[in-house]
């Protein structure tokens, strides 16, 4: 079990999160507790999620949402933790630093337990694609979870990253990159954000973000092509939402959260694309 806090990235506001260890067969599951009192308990599962900007989103049959749900899912997936309730007191997780490091660092301190059961996965069987103009995404066969993504961005060309999705390769190669921006769209956002009421990018500043100004990261990058290692690391978290590990590769081409979940829901509604088998515990 661990428990963090901190401010949220859309709303602004501070949230508590305590996470603990679940039942075989629970999968990831958000227990939000309203302002009432009541706890509305919202599935991490594709079904239940629900378009929001510039983030994952969930809701639950009565409209509760839960937002930037994205990173936790990523840090939970890539350290094979497959059952666990998370606990949070606001309608979003924390932000941090615009990173999953923060989450990893909670979950390799708290631990895991092996259960006696086999891992239920799902083993691609053929090739599934998803286009949208230049963005394209496609996953296809493959013996473990591996990504090559590329990202082209105006002012730093073509970036690149493509690995397999190993607990390491993700504390040391993706967790540390941070959710990114252009100022000169992210200060109008927040000022229609205030102006209309929605909650977009409220908690947005220099702590939380990467900062893109023309041709850099304010502060620089902390990792080589950040940009396309945090559009992997989101990756990631939204691929878990089709409920067991995935064994296949996949190829991204300037994806984004909205291509993912297409991708994830086309292939989950394919029945000869996928099967579950069982795997060792790992």
Known sequence: MF?????????????????CPAEAGTGIVFQRRLRTGRIVTVPALWQARVSQPLCTALQAPDGTLVRTVEHLLAALSALHIDNARVEMDAEELPIFDGSATPWCEAIREAGRVDLAIPRTMIRILRSVEVRDGRRSLRIEPAPALSITASLALAHFGEMRWGGAITPESFVNDLAPSRSFGRLKWALPAKLYAYVSGRPVLRGAKLSTTAAIFGNRVIGGMRVPDEPVRHRILDLVGDLSLAGHPILGHVTAVHTGHELNHALVAKLMRDPFAWELVGAAST
């Open 3 to 19: 428990r963090l806090q901190g401010r949220s990235l859309h709303t602004g506001r501070h949230a508590n999160v305590r996470a």
